[in-house]
């Protein structure tokens, strides 16, 4: 069954530090990783994506990294800031239909305190 | 800052009455979609089109429709809305640069049936 796992569920961090983010997958076949950043109220941002060839992406203080292999992916927030609570949405997608079907994540809700 | 709009955002209404979501989008993205999400869970999907007069029913079980007439438009009807409707609804379109899919989301429409 194809699933998208993410972890932890919930993360309470304090301004200025550093956090990390995990998703295991078992989509396959397999195309792309993304992941999507949702404020509160508001629809997903994409913030990265990534595919096979790919181990490691950034964007700013968001770097995302990739592990075919072993079908793991992290994102890992440096220098943390108020406005990065939201969460954070791990999706795969295979190329097994013409749509190229996205399995999403349940998210990590990140919260960071001043 | 992605051009996808959906109106309402918040709607509170009773049992039994027909609503309809608008969604609309100014680029000229031919694939459109519309997502359900509890709060903590996953998006999933439940319409989506590839085109002008194009919809189809995605994985999650709805009893809402849609329909396509437009590129820029697509509107998802609710024909006598129930409590158990009560939800988020997502709207999405995409475009291919070659990379698989981005989706871009509108800001969502927080419904609460009575």
């Known amino acids: 069954k194809n699933q998208v796992e993410q972890s932890p569920q919930s993360l309470i961090i304090l301004e200025g530090k550093n956090c990390t983010l995990q998703c295991n997958y078992t989509v396959s076949p397999f195309s792309n990783l993304r992941w999507y950043k949702q404020d509160t109220g508001r629809g997903p941002v994409s913030l990265t994506i990534?595919?096979?060839?790919?181990n490691t992406k950034s964007n700013g203080r968001y770097t995302a990294t990739l592990d075919a292999d072993t079908k793991q992916s992290s994102l890992h927030i440096t220098a943390s800031q108020l406005s990065d609570s939201a969460s954070y949405i791990c999706?795969?997608?295979?190329?097994?239909?013409?749509?190229?079907?996205?399995?999403f994540g349940r998210g990590t809700q990140l919260t960071v305190w001043p | 800052e992605a051009d996808i709009y959906q109106t309402p955002r918040y709607l509170v209404i009773g049992t039994g009455k027909k609503i309809t979501l608008e969604c609309s989008q100014t680029?000229?993205?031919?694939?459109m979609y519309w997502y359900q999400q509890d709060p903590g869970m996953e998006l999933h999907l439940i319409h989506y089109s590839y085109g002008v007069n194009s919809t189809e029913k995605g994985d999650l079980s709805s009893e809402s429709t849609v329909s396509r007439i437009r590129t820029e438009h697509f509107p998802l009807t609710l024909e006598s809305a129930r409590p158990s409707h009560t939800s988020q609804y997502l709207c999405a379109s995409s475009e291919d640069r070659g990379r698989g899919e981005t989706q871009y989301f509108g800001p969502g429409t927080r419904l609460l049936v009575l």
């Open positions: 680029m000229g993205h031919d694939k």
């Open positions: 999706v795969v997608s295979d190329r097994g239909s013409t749509l190229g079907r996205l399995y």
């Open positions: 990534m595919t096979f060839s790919e």
